[in-house]
Nanobody
Framework: QVTLVESGGGLVQAGDSLRLSCAAS????????MGWFRQAPGKAREFVAS????????YFSDSVKGRFTISRDYVKNTVYLQMDSLNPEDTAVYFC????????????????WGQGTQVTVSP
């Protein structure tokens, strides 16, 4: 079983940056596709970004492309989401996920999820 713990959320102003971290433990694997989803109040959970097991391929939603980057550190078993040029529409709970399928915008039923971290962007 893989356990994911997110950190790095907070309250920032529009235009600021934040870096989210997702530390994985347990039966981790370098082949796992990992990524981030987010859920704003009253909205469905949506795909944000994912990174392949090798780290060579990354995928982003159109709404964050060019502003967010995703990376992974195999020594620390951690995936990062660097978020720049934040705007109020980025306000949401951000969830880390493991066991995704590279290039797909939905998570499989057996994906593993973290508990989420709140990101709030004020105007």
């Amino acid at each position: 079983q893989v356990t994911l713990v997110e950190s790095g959320g907070g309250l920032v102003q529009a235009g600021d940056s934040l870096r989210l971290s997702c530390a994985a433990s347990g039966r981790t694997s370098r082949s796992l596709v990992m990524g981030w989803f987010r859920q704003a109040p009253g909205k469905a959970r949506e795909f944000v970004a994912s990174i392949s097991g090798s780290g060579w391929r990354t995928y982003f939603s159109d709404s964050v492309k060019g502003r967010f980057t995703i990376s992974r550190d195999y020594v620390k078993n951690t995936v990062y989401l660097q978020m720049d040029s934040l705007n109020p529409e980025d306000t949401a709970v951000y969830f880390c996920a493991a066991g995704l399928v590279a290039g797909q915008l939905t998570a499989p039923a057996n994906a593993v999820w973290g508990q989420g971290t709140q990101v709030t962007v004020s105007p």
